[in-house]
């Protein structure tokens, strides 16, 4: 079962150029920032986003390591990252998503002369299909 409140390690590793950030528990998630403020904020939206794709494919979720087994380089530190996850995962479930569909081209047309916004008519055309009344979760 996901949990709701996840807290990983993340290196962060200060460079010239910016903030590199990785969490050692969680290959491929990786981030970066301009500065420290932009960095934390970054490594959340990532460290949520990276978990949130675990949950989706019911991968396993790796348990955080201990801050104090980390070993960090003198241009790198240790920062504790949260994911509060219902905000997160709710976010998800109501972000739009592109639909491609095939219509004949007269009916797009006729569709287009009268200004009929497909988006708006698509979803309130599955709505009554599938019988939803309400904005649903």
């Given at each position: 079962?996901?949990?709701?409140?996840?807290?990983?390690?993340?290196?962060?590793?200060?460079?010239?150029d910016g903030i590199s950030v990785e969490f050692p528990d969680l290959p491929g998630c990786y981030t970066?920032?301009?500065?420290?403020?932009?960095?934390?904020?970054?490594?959340?939206?990532?460290?949520?986003l990276h978990l949130y794709g675990l949950e989706e494919?019911?991968?396993?979720?790796?348990?955080?390591?201990?801050?104090?087994?980390?070993?960090?380089?003198?241009?790198?530190?240790?920062?504790?990252?949260?994911?509060?996850?219902?905000?997160?995962?709710?976010?998800?479930?109501?972000?739009?998503?592109?639909?491609?569909?095939?219509?004949?081209?007269?009916?797009?047309?006729?569709?287009?002369?009268?200004?009929?916004?497909?988006?708006?008519?698509?979803?309130?055309?599955?709505?009554?299909?599938?019988?939803?009344?309400?904005?649903?979760?």
């Amino acid at each position: 079962m996901p949990k709701d409140r996840y807290i990983y390690p993340a290196i962060f590793n200060y460079a010239d150029d910016g903030i590199s950030v990785e969490f050692p528990d969680l290959p491929g998630c990786y981030t970066c920032g301009d500065n420290d403020e932009e960095a934390l904020r970054m490594a959340k939206e990532a460290l949520a986003l990276h978990l949130y794709g675990l949950e989706e494919e019911n991968y396993p979720i790796p348990e955080p390591s201990p801050v104090n087994k980390l070993k960090v380089e003198p241009n790198q530190v240790v920062v504790l990252v949260e994911a509060w996850m219902p905000p997160f995962r709710d976010e998800m479930k109501h972000r739009a998503v592109k639909k491609t569909l095939t219509i004949p081209k007269w009916l797009d047309d006729l569709a287009r002369e009268h200004n009929v916004n497909f988006s708006h008519l698509l979803q309130n055309a599955l709505k009554e299909y599938l019988g939803i009344n309400e904005k649903q979760p």
